[in-house]
Structures are given as structure tokens and as C-alpha cells.
T-cell receptor, first 112, second 112 residues
Framework: GQQLNQSPQSMFIQEGEDVSMNCTSSSIFNTWLWYKQEPGEGPVLLIALYKAGELTSNGRLTAQFGITRKDSFLNISASIPSDVGIYFCAGQLNNQGGKLIFGQGTELSVKP | ETGVTQTPRHLVMGMTNKKSLKCEQHLGHNAMYWYKQSAKKPLELMFVYNFKEQTENNSVPSRFSPECPNSSHLFLHLHTLQPEDSALYLC???????????FGSGTQLSVL
């Protein structure tokens, strides 16, 4: 079945550093979503992307929908300790009933 | 508060017990989902309900039995579970099956 390759699997950074993570697939997606999950909680939607080439920001977060429609990246600028968590990408196929395919997650640790 | 409430937050059960997980969404959505999240694995879709009708069962063992009495409530009935079923069970909802998902906080299940 379809798979998303999300990288890196984990990151250990210093507070104030910028962060970049990405997802790639062999499938073409019509929607890309980025979620953040904190310990003991469910994933929370950060950014939704609907068009190839689209670049969207949410505060210090910026995500882009790749022009090939097979990839997406998420950048976090000037990281802070509360950015800690697991970040998931998810791609949505328009066929197969709009099924959402999730990446494996990127675990982010921020050292004050 | 995401508008999706799951209870209980934590559950410990023996392999011979019967228990139920409950999910309620206050967002007026028409689609509801059960996902399983195990450590180091992507989110696994279990069931999809659209307008109270089950539209997807992702080859889930029969010891998991979902119930959707209306568009706002979703249950997952559990019986004779195995230790490998220990995981975080997440409920989600969306306006339709092609829309972005909103997750609850999950039920952390431990099967002894």
C-alpha cells in the first residue's frame, strides 16, 4: 500500500535553532497535513496544504506542498522548549475515499 | 480543547475482561474514526464511520467491535484482548471523509 517516508525520525536541537523535516512518497497526494502530538495527547492539526507549490505559515511554522505533489516539508524557526513533541505528516488521496496516510513521525527534543 | 472527547484516558484490563472506549465529538462532523497508535509505528486506521454507517474496517480482529449510534458518538467495545493490543487508541472526526481530521486525546490501553 501507499507509504510516506518521514525524516528525520528524531532531532535533538538547541533552543533558538531552526528545524526542518520532510515527507516523501511515491504516490501523488491532493492534500498534505502536518500534525503535532505532545505526550499523553492526540495529534493537533498545525497546517493544511491543498495546492501544489502552496507555502503556508502558522506563526513560526512554515510548510510547503511540493510541486511534484509527492512531498512536503515543515520548517520551525527559532525553536522554543514548547516545540517538543512528535510531528506527523499526512497525505490525503482523492481516490480511495480520501484516505489519510500518515508518516512515521519526527520526534523533536529542544534543549533550553 | 479540540472538540473531540475520549473516555477513559487510561485503561488497564485483563485478557478476559470486557470494556468499552467512548468518543464524543462536539463539532457537528459527519465522519468518525478509530486509530491505533503503537510505539514507533505510524498511526493505524481501524474503522471509519460516515453518517453512522461503517465504511471501512481495516482488517481489524473481531475482538474489537465498534458502534456508532449517531454522528456524534463512537464506541469501541473490547473483549478477550491480547497484550499486543496495548496501545494508544485515538478517536477522530471530520466534516466529511475527505476533510482534515480532528483528534481526541486518546485512551492509553494496557492489557495484562
Amino acid at each position: 500500500g501507499q507509504q510516506l517516508n518521514q525524516s528525520p525520525q528524531s532531532m535533538f536541537i538547541q533552543e533558538g535553532e531552526d528545524v526542518s523535516m520532510n515527507c516523501t512518497s511515491s504516490s501523488i497526494f491532493n492534500t498534505w497535513l502536518w500534525y503535532k502530538q505532545e505526550p499523553g495527547e492526540g495529534p493537533v492539526l498545525l497546517i493544511a496544504l491543498y495546492k501544489a507549490g502552496e507555502l503556508t505559515s502558522n506563526g513560526r511554522l512554515t510548510a510547503q506542498f511540493g510541486i511534484t505533489r509527492k512531498d512536503s516539508f515543515l520548517n520551525i524557526s527559532a525553536s522554543i522548549p514548547s516545540d517538543v513533541g512528535i510531528y506527523f505528516c499526512a497525505g490525503q488521496l482523492n481516490n480511495q475515499g480520501g484516505k489519510l496516510i500518515f508518516g512515521q513521525g519526527t520526534e523533536l527534543s529542544v534543549k533550553p | 480543547e479540540t472538540g473531540v472527547t475520549q473516555t477513559p484516558r487510561h485503561l488497564v484490563m485483563g485478557m478476559t475482561n470486557k470494556k468499552s472506549l467512548k468518543c464524543e465529538q462536539h463539532l457537528g462532523h459527519n465522519a468518525m474514526y478509530w486509530y491505533k497508535q503503537s510505539a514507533k509505528k505510524p498511526l493505524e486506521l481501524m474503522f471509519v464511520y460516515n453518517f453512522k454507517e461503517q465504511t471501512e474496517n481495516n482488517s481489524v480482529p473481531s475482538r474489537f467491535s465498534p458502534e456508532c449510534p449517531n454522528s456524534s458518538h463512537l464506541f469501541l467495545h473490547l473483549h478477550t484482548l491480547q497484550p499486543e493490543d496495548s496501545a494508544l487508541y485515538l478517536c477522530a472526526s471530520s466534516q466529511s471523509v475527505r476533510e482534515k481530521l480532528f483528534f481526541g486525546s486518546g485512551t492509553q490501553l494496557s492489557v495484562l
